[in-house]
């Protein structure tokens, strides 16, 4: 009988035990159930498993010392711990979970003081998460002001490019987008692609063209005696200035290098010869477009661009139909007039500043066009002049190439493809005796440039613009409509069509008409 009472206190321990998978009503004493179902609890298994968190196990006896005074009742809480750990790992904590619901219910739970001293464990490990959520809210956040903040960007470059492509003026699309560019302080970014895109020269080589076959016609000098005569009945009085054959700089000439062609005449007499040279010795495969134009026969008009300079100056930006009878010829102009170094003048309109001892392209009221530095001799504002062209400095002057024209290409003749120096140039200078003389091509450097033009028997040239996309020189054949002539491209690579000035260009130019 001393067995029976001695088992008598251990009683509600035991059924505790067995009722694991069975019994859950003895909940009786609110004491013991949570004690086990605290050691039974997969937390408290993780913490064992776990090396990071070793003090959790040993929390728990040092917490139920002060509340179970009973010495063997410590001893059956430790004892079926451990065989239901090494027995069953994985059932005690689906086991041990549903006595807990009722465990908060009742008053007495002696587990509230032992589940505070788990905040590393498993409060530590359900704050985490909340830790987590709470950054990734905020990352997200940020991540959807930064798409808001670039969608904005996109649709106001993507509007602002838009209107760039579709504004009236014509021209290529990467030359309206590399106005858009510089018009939006992104020039370095253009010059930056274009020197990516930069495809050098290659030396040497042969022309892939026969010079022979790009039209005109050869006239006989009228400068000799044998000639006067025939000249002077066949043109009635105007005897015409032909320019005599500038050879090849690049060695000896090929067939119909160098030798003027006759391509537009006024009233039967010849005003715009042209004639083709290979530049250079070493670029034996480029050549240059040259065209002289007689003033005797011709006028000379400054026409504005829609957004270099613009409008409000009083002239067409076009050459529109209705208004193109008598049209000989069209180029381009220079530099963006912020770049140019100088100021465009028109009507009595000013964009920048007229610079004295710029390089300019003066034009009068009579038609006529001259070249030179501003502010000296007769280039000066009057009543006969009508328009101003500035763009850079002088590079032939009194027939001779200054030093300083292949000195700092870069800075002084323009930002070129990537600071290259063989790229697509203009340029236009005047003779002795009047003759307007215009020069572009591909491969050119500032100082090849210069050369062709005093060849050609400039006095006095400038540069004009750079780069192909702003490259053309066009001249204009009846062909049995003179209400509408034909446009025709002088070099054939050039990257503008033909009738770029049928239509409102961008950029200013200039427009050739017979007397």
Same mark, same amino acid.
């Given at each position: 009988m001393?067995?029976p009472?001695a088992?008598?206190?251990?009683?509600?321990?035991?059924?505790?035990?067995?009722?694991?998978?069975?019994?859950?009503?003895p909940?009786s004493?609110?004491?013991?159930?949570?004690?086990?179902?605290?050691?039974?609890?997969?937390?408290?298994?993780?913490?064992?498993?776990?090396p990071?968190?070793?003090?959790?196990?040993?929390a728990?006896?040092?917490?139920?010392?002060?509340?179970?005074?009973?010495?063997?009742?410590?001893?059956?809480?430790?004892?079926?711990?451990?065989?239901?750990?090494?027995?069953?790992?994985?059932?005690?904590?689906?086991?041990?979970?549903?006595?807990?619901?009722?465990?908060?219910?009742?008053?007495?739970?002696p587990?509230?003081?032992?589940e505070?001293?788990?905040?590393?464990g498993?409060?530590g =490990?359900?704050g985490r998460?909340?830790?987590?959520s709470?950054?990734? =809210?905020?990352?997200?956040?940020v991540?959807?002001?930064?798409?808001?903040?670039?969608?904005?960007?996109?649709?106001?470059?993507?509007?602002?490019?838009?209107?760039?492509?579709?504004?009236?003026?014509?021209g290529t699309?990467?030359e309206?987008?590399?106005?858009?560019?510089r018009n939006?302080?992104?020039?370095?970014?253009?010059t930056?692609?274009?020197?990516?895109?930069y495809?050098?020269?290659r030396l040497?080589?042969?022309?892939n063209?026969?010079?022979n076959?790009l039209?005109g016609?050869?006239?006989?000098?009228?400068?000799?005696d044998?000639?006067?005569a025939?000249?002077?009945?066949?043109?009635?009085?105007?005897?015409?200035?032909?320019?005599?054959?500038?050879g090849s700089?690049?060695?000896?000439?090929?067939?119909?290098e160098?030798?003027w062609?006759?391509?537009v005449?006024?009233?039967?007499?010849?005003?715009?010869?042209?004639?083709?040279?290979?530049?250079?010795?070493?670029?034996?495969?480029?050549?240059?477009?040259?065209?002289?134009m007689?003033?005797?026969?011709?006028?000379f008009?400054?026409r504005?661009?829609?957004?270099?300079?613009?409008?409000?100056?009083?002239?067409?930006?076009?050459?529109?139909?209705g208004?193109?009878?008598?049209?000989?010829?069209?180029f381009?102009?220079?530099?963006?007039?912020?770049?140019?170094?100088?100021?465009f003048?028109?009507?009595?309109?000013?964009?920048g500043?007229?610079?004295?001892?710029?390089?300019?392209?003066?034009?009068y009221?009579?038609?006529?066009?001259?070249i030179?530095?501003w502010?000296?001799?007769?280039?000066?504002?009057?009543?006969?002049?009508v328009?101003?062209?500035?763009?850079?400095?002088?590079?032939?002057m009194?027939?001779?190439?200054?030093?300083?024209v292949?000195?700092d290409?870069?800075?002084?003749?323009g930002?070129?493809l990537?600071?290259?120096?063989?790229?697509?140039?203009?340029?236009?200078?005047?003779?002795?005796?009047?003759r307007?003389?215009?020069?572009?091509?591909?491969?050119?450097?500032?100082q090849t440039?210069?050369?062709?033009?005093?060849?050609?028997g400039?006095?006095?040239?400038?540069?004009?613009?750079?780069n192909?996309?702003?490259?053309?020189?066009?001249?204009?054949?009846?062909?049995?409509?003179?209400?509408?002539?034909?446009?025709?491209?002088?070099?054939?690579?050039?990257?503008?069509?033909?009738?770029?000035?049928?239509?409102?260009?961008?950029?200013?130019f200039?427009?050739?008409?017979?007397?």
């Amino acid at each position: 009988m001393a067995r029976p009472e001695a088992a008598a206190p251990s009683e509600p321990s035991e059924p505790s035990v067995q009722s694991e998978p069975s019994e859950p009503p003895p909940q009786s004493e609110p004491s013991e159930p949570p004690q086990q179902s605290e050691l039974l609890e997969p937390p408290q298994q993780s913490e064992l498993l776990e090396p990071s968190e070793p003090s959790e196990p040993s929390a728990p006896p040092e917490q139920s010392e002060p509340l179970q005074p009973s010495a063997p009742e410590q001893s059956e809480q430790s004892e079926p711990p451990e065989q239901s750990e090494l027995l069953e790992p994985s059932a005690p904590p689906e086991q041990s979970e549903p006595p807990q619901p009722s465990a908060p219910s009742e008053p007495p739970q002696p587990s509230a003081p032992s589940e505070p001293p788990q905040p590393s464990g498993r409060a530590g =490990r359900a704050g985490r998460p909340r830790h987590r959520s709470v950054r990734q =809210r905020r990352r997200q956040i940020v991540l959807r002001v930064l798409l808001a903040l670039v969608t904005t960007f996109v649709l106001i470059v993507g509007w602002s490019v838009d209107q760039a492509m579709t504004a009236p003026g014509g021209g290529t699309f990467s030359e309206r987008i590399a106005e858009w560019a510089r018009n939006h302080d992104l020039g370095a970014l253009v010059t930056f692609g274009e020197w990516l895109t930069y495809d050098p020269p290659r030396l040497g080589g042969k022309l892939n063209t026969n010079l022979n076959k790009l039209g005109g016609t050869v006239l006989l000098s009228c400068h000799k005696d044998k000639h006067q005569a025939r000249c002077k009945k066949h043109y009635h009085g105007i005897r015409p200035i032909i320019p005599a054959n500038i050879g090849s700089p690049a060695g000896k000439p090929l067939p119909g290098e160098g030798v003027w062609k006759v391509a537009v005449s006024v009233k039967g007499v010849p005003a715009v010869f042209k004639t083709y040279v290979r530049e250079s010795k070493t670029l034996t495969s480029y050549y240059a477009g040259i065209v002289s134009m007689d003033q005797r026969l011709l006028k000379f008009y400054l026409r504005p661009g829609t957004e270099d300079p613009g409008y409000g100056f009083g002239a067409p930006m076009d050459i529109a139909p209705g208004h193109r009878r008598g049209l000989v010829a069209t180029f381009n102009s220079g530099f963006r007039i912020a770049s140019a170094e100088g100021g465009f003048y028109l009507n009595g309109h000013h964009d920048g500043t007229l610079i004295k001892g710029a390089a300019s392209e003066v034009y009068y009221r009579d038609g006529r066009l001259a070249i030179g530095r501003w502010g000296y001799g007769p280039l000066h504002l009057g009543p006969d002049v009508v328009g101003v062209r500035q763009n850079l400095k002088l590079i032939v002057m009194n027939g001779k190439v200054p030093a300083s024209v292949n000195q700092d290409v870069e800075s002084n003749w323009g930002a070129t493809l990537g600071g290259a120096y063989y790229v697509w140039r203009s340029g236009i200078g005047i003779t002795k005796d009047g003759r307007i003389i215009f020069v572009y091509g591909p491969a050119l450097d500032a100082q090849t440039l210069a050369d062709l033009l005093k060849r050609a028997g400039c006095w006095t040239a400038m540069e004009l613009d750079i780069n192909p996309d702003w490259m053309s020189f066009m001249y204009y054949l009846p062909d049995g409509h003179p209400a509408n002539p034909t446009p025709h491209n002088l070099l054939s690579s050039q990257i503008q069509p033909a009738d770029r000035y049928y239509y409102l260009s961008n950029r200013d130019f200039t427009a050739v008409f017979a007397r």
